[in-house]
């Protein structure tokens, strides 16, 4: 990630904690390294956010608050069910995109050995996200939009489609799932799973 | 995990050192925590892994040796292109449940900070396994199993559903999905591309 020049400091302390505990892990970071990196003073850093901790939790309640956006804006959509789930993803993955590395820095922390890193609610969020996938899909099964009922397994084949194009954006960006990427994947299991199955070629065995 | 009493030592020292790896991380852990965990002395370890590097990369070894089987195995399998894909995901997943605290060790390593643990190239297994997948879909897509040609999308697809599964068993095994679950999931997905598709309820709009 480029530093551009008008970042303000407190942006730069951001990135540059982000991008620490990440490679070097929560507790192999020291705030001396966060503060070179960014090009500041120690005073600065602690005139934001206090200490290591506090620019930790800084990273994560920023990134959740857009969460917390999504989540609560997304249903206010017009379109049918499935147009809901389609919009929700693409801007899902896209908040994922937007802040990219400050996700990669969530699963080392996620997987990655216990660092004494600060507490913070990961979990709950993950869990509103799959809710809110999970409402729409029970949306789509009552307004008659899928030709099956399962809405339990229609919900992990969608989240399993978001985590893939997120895993091989971390992992490989290079041979990515962009936008578009998970669009198609997605159309197509929308494809499989709703009524316009009778719109495929050859339908008889 | 639990060890059984009648545990070699050997394969005690790996259960303890994946234990720790993942918990402590590859640098934070010692010889010494190693043994004192799998209850023997020092010289044990020396004997069977000569040091930490040693037993770390008998861990992987051990575990993608058995990778190795299951790739070279799953292609003589009968049937349709859609059973063999079925099979071969249900062995993964499997192996997969078999070996679930060296592959949280994996996600440790892979997604964790940067810890210098030896060089081990989990990615061209990972693209092993993936190519696997994606030729039993060209098989489909051939055999006309498929009602549609999209090789790329389906193998991410499917990639998906079994990333979800590793992924809610290594952090909430309590909800997991199991087997049968992730098949409930292949199934629906092959129902949905797949030319069963005429049979399902009310097809027309």
Known sequence: MTL??????????LIAASELFTRKGYSGTTVREIVAAAGVTKPVLYYYFRNKEGIYLELMRETFDKVDVLLSSSFNENGSAIQKLKHFCDQAFLLFL??????????????GPHQGAPFFDFESYNLKIQQSIRKLVEEAVRRDEFSIGNVEEITWIILGAISVAVEV?????????????????????????????????????
Not at 98 to 111: D, G, H, K, L
Not at 180 to 186: A, P
């Open 4 to 13: 551009k020049s008008e970042s303000s400091a407190h942006q730069r302390l």
């Open 98 to 111: 937007e802040n990219i590395q400050v996700v990669r820095m969530m699963y080392s922390i996620y997987y």
């Open 169 to 205: 954006q971390l992992v490989h960006p290079e041979r990515g799932i962009n936008r578009e990427g998970l669009e198609r994947i997605l159309d197509l299991i929308f494809q499989g799973l709703g009524k316009g199955a009778q719109k495929w070629k050859g339908v008889r065995r």
